[in-house]
């Protein structure tokens, strides 16, 4: 079954070193389902990927998190990679973002060490979530019920461990928009 996203808006929150196909697989995926999806960064111009240790490729951001307002999307999307993931957290505009989303009952889908950005945000308080497994304690320690299982959802809240849980990931995510 295919589903239609024809007039949804997606953002994908993303700073240099993010997990490549952690943001290109979802933004594929989206786009085929006819929804838009947007990279948003902290600055404007371009953000490199990696893929797991290695440089990848440069992506045009779309817009900056700062300038963002959550109500013109339906939907965030949080790709890992450790130095994304590690910078993501600390920038104000990025947490105040998915804090937004979570007010307002959207879609959130984390995977890997994106879950830092819902930790550090506040956002992962008795909620049922899953990550790369070296964040268990962090989440743990935050309140959240760390799950070990390629896909997790928790009221509006995706998450996923890894790139092999990429398919269940995006089709969680499709599902989530499509409903």
Known sequence: ????????????????????????????????????????SAKEGQVRGWHHDQPGDSFTVDGTFDTAQVENYDAIVLPGGVMNSDTIRTNDAARTLVQAAEKSGKPIAVICHGAW???SAGLVKGKAITSWPSLQDDIRNAGGD?????????????????????PAFNQALLESLAA
């Open 1 to 40: 079954m295919s589903l239609s996203l024809k007039g949804k808006r997606v953002a994908l929150l993303v700073t240099d070193g993010f997990e490549q196909v952690e943001m290109t697989e979802p933004k594929k995926a989206l786009e085929q389902a006819g929804a838009r999806a947007e990279v948003l």
């Open 117 to 119: 950005l819902l930790v």
């Open 146 to 166: 760390w799950q070990d299982q390629a896909v997790v959802r928790d009221g509006n809240l995706i998450s996923s461990r890894k790139p092999d849980d990429l």
